[in-house]
T-cell receptor, first 116, second 114 residues
Framework: AQTVTQSQPEMSVQEAETVTLSCTYD???????LFWYKQPPSRQMILVIR??????QNATENRFSVNFQKAAKSFSLKISDSQLGDAAMYFC?????????????FGKGTKLSVKP | NAGVMQNPRHLVRRRGQEARLRCSPM?????VYWYRQLPEEGLKFMVY????????ESGMPKERFSAEFPKEGPSILRIQQVVRGDSAAYFC????????????FGSGTRLTVV
């Protein structure tokens, strides 16, 4: 069974600085998706960024980028120029690409605080 | 183009009562997933449905929990005889299908059992 591990329960960053959130996963599959979701206090789950495992190029969305290391099964999220609105819980998630399985497997999350 | 709609947003039930949580997927989405989030935890998969079919219920507790997605109307997650341990946030997500990597989540229903 696949698992997702986020080893940092809490992180803090100064406004305008850069922070990296860690995520590792375990799978025997070769084709899958990886995601980072943001959950602010409103509880809404917001997709931040997605990576297809077959793509070597790291995904980027504005100030958010990932460092995808397939061999090491690592998928970290880098937030550049941190803003107060980035404060939230961040969840790493895995999803198989093949078969009928469509569900996401989540890590336990990292709570990010942004200091003004 | 409304997103995934969940209601109610908050639900309080006494122990032993029934809880019904509703989820209307995004327009054009025919696949619905239910997840449960306990305090200080990530989301845990419960059940995956398509119209009138349960595809995967491997994450559902064996007793008291059931889900449906009828031909017409929203998907319903039903919890019978609720207990304090059922208190959690329940999220619904929808997609076009397993071939589509994109999911859209609703805002969740927070169930409190008193």
């Amino acid at each position: 069974a696949q698992t997702v591990t986020q080893s940092q329960p809490e992180m803090s960053v100064q406004e305008a600085e850069t922070v990296t959130l860690s995520c590792t996963y375990d799978t025997s599959e070769s084709d899958y998706y990886l995601f980072w979701y943001k959950q602010p206090p409103s509880r809404q789950m917001i997709l931040v960024i997605r990576q297809e495992a077959y793509k070597q190029q790291n995904a980027t969305e504005n100030r958010f980028s990932v460092n995808f290391q397939k061999a090491a099964k690592s998928f970290s999220l880098k937030i550049s120029d941190s803003q107060l609105g980035d404060a939230a819980m961040y969840f790493c998630a895995y999803r198989s690409r093949g078969g009928s399985q469509g569900n996401l497997i989540f890590g336990k999350g990292t709570k990010l605080s942004v200091k003004p | 183009n409304a997103g995934v709609m969940q209601n109610p947003r908050h639900l309080v039930r006494r122990r032993g009562q029934e809880a019904r949580l509703r989820c209307s997927p995004m327009k054009g989405h025919s696949h619905v997933y239910w997840y449960r989030q306990l305090p200080e935890e990530g989301l845990k998969f419960m059940v995956y449905l398509q119209k009138e079919n349960i595809i995967d219920e491997s994450g559902m507790p064996k007793e008291r929990f059931s889900a449906e997605f009828p031909k017409e109307g929203p998907s319903i997650l039903r919890i019978q005889q609720v207990v304090r341990g059922d208190s959690a946030a329940y999220f619904c997500a929808s997609s076009r299908g397993t071939g589509s990597p994109g999911y859209t989540f609703g805002s969740g229903t927070r169930l409190t059992v008193v």
